[in-house]
Nanobody, 129 residues
């Protein structure tokens, strides 16, 4: 059974940090595209960071320099380190896996994903207040 389980969300003050984790089970994702999305109330879901099999990462402009995505293939996990949190970072964060190469572009500062991600976590809430 394929499953992604996130952890690490919480309530944090502006300027604080969090580390989100996503652990995959039921498959190995060493060659796959890994990502983090978020969705704030009343807003569309957006991709915030992706990392490909080579470890190359892309970020939406609003989080560049503050968010860092990483992967640990040996643990079937990927992570999102969030620093200098802002109130506008409040959202539910979802990890996702696409069992193919990353097809993502940065269009005017926004990450655009050109393939549907195959697996999703249940989401973890990040509240900055």
């Amino acid at each position: 059974q394929v499953q992604l389980v996130e952890s690490g969300g919480g309530l944090v003050q502006p300027g604080g940090s969090l580390r989100l984790s996503c652990k995959a089970s039921g498959f190995g994702h060493v060659n796959f595209c890994l990502a983090w999305f978020r969705q704030a109330p009343g807003k569309e879901r957006e991709a915030v960071a992706v990392i490909d099999a080579n470890g190359d990462a892309m970020y939406t402009d609003s989080v560049k320099g503050r968010f860092t995505i990483s992967r640990d293939n040996a643990k079937n996990a990927h992570y999102l380190l969030i620093n200098s949190l802002k109130i506008e970072d409040t959202a539910k964060y979802y990890c996702a896996v696409d069992n193919w190469a990353c097809l993502v572009t940065n269009d005017g500062g926004i990450l655009r994903t050109h393939r549907s991600f195959d697996y999703w976590g249940q989401g973890t809430q990040v509240t900055v207040s």
